[in-house]
């Protein structure tokens, strides 16, 4: 089965590209060339700040070996699915938790709601885990931020 590719979704994703469109407009009513250059400057800041966002945005990936987080086409992380101990799953709300023992290599896809991000395709993601980890190792929980 081929990999599966899931960026890291920003809750405030949105906000940068607001700033980079008022700047803009406040560029375009300014009345002097000072003010004009003060907001532009801040429009080209705001979208050299977007694309350093998007060339740095983590992603996850889930293949057949395991899982490994991706950031600008590297492998910074790898974990093998024989190194996952215990799996917390919240289908209802597509969130998961890996356990491998190992505070630092484990993995967590959040619930649609109360989390500063998620992950694309989370049920995609949550689904293609439980899948690959025995089921003996797998628990449903009714809320996964409650141990």
Same mark, same amino acid.
Request: hydrophobic residues 50%; charged residues 25%; aromatic residues 8%.
């Given at each position: 089965?081929?990999?599966?590719? =899931?960026? +890291?979704?920003?809750?405030?994703?949105? #906000? +940068?590209?607001?700033?980079?469109? @008022?700047? @803009?407009?406040?560029?375009?009513?300014? =009345?002097?060339?000072?003010?004009?250059?003060?907001?532009?400057?801040?429009?080209? #800041?705001?979208?050299?700040?977007?694309?350093?966002?998007?060339? =740095?945005?983590?992603?996850?990936? @889930?293949?057949?070996?395991?899982?490994?987080? !991706?950031?600008?086409?590297?492998?910074? #992380?790898? *974990?093998?699915? /024989?190194?996952?101990?215990?799996?917390?799953?919240?289908?209802?709300? /597509?969130?998961?938790?890996?356990?491998?023992?190992?505070?630092? &290599?484990? +993995?967590? *896809?959040?619930?649609?709601?109360?989390?500063?991000?998620?992950?694309?395709?989370?049920?995609?993601?949550?689904? &293609?885990?439980?899948?690959? *980890?025995?089921?003996?190792?797998?628990?449903? *929980? !009714?809320?996964?931020?409650?141990?």
């Amino acid at each position: 089965m081929a990999a599966s590719r =899931h960026p +890291l979704i920003v809750g405030t994703r949105w #906000l +940068l590209p607001i700033a980079i469109v @008022l700047a @803009l407009a406040g560029a375009a009513v300014a =009345h002097t060339s000072t003010a004009r250059i003060i907001a532009g400057a801040f429009a080209a #800041l705001g979208l050299v700040g977007w694309w350093w966002q998007q060339r =740095h945005r983590p992603t996850l990936i @889930l293949d057949e070996s395991g899982w490994a987080i !991706e950031q600008q086409g590297k492998e910074k #992380l790898r *974990v093998a699915w /024989s190194e996952v101990r215990a799996v917390r799953v919240d289908r209802r709300e /597509s969130a998961v938790y890996v356990d491998t023992g190992d505070k630092a &290599r484990n +993995l967590f *896809v959040p619930p649609r709601r109360g989390y500063g991000f998620r992950f694309a395709d989370a049920a995609g993601a949550c689904a &293609r885990i439980v899948a690959a *980890v025995p089921a003996e190792r797998v628990t449903d *929980v !009714e809320r996964i931020d409650v141990p």
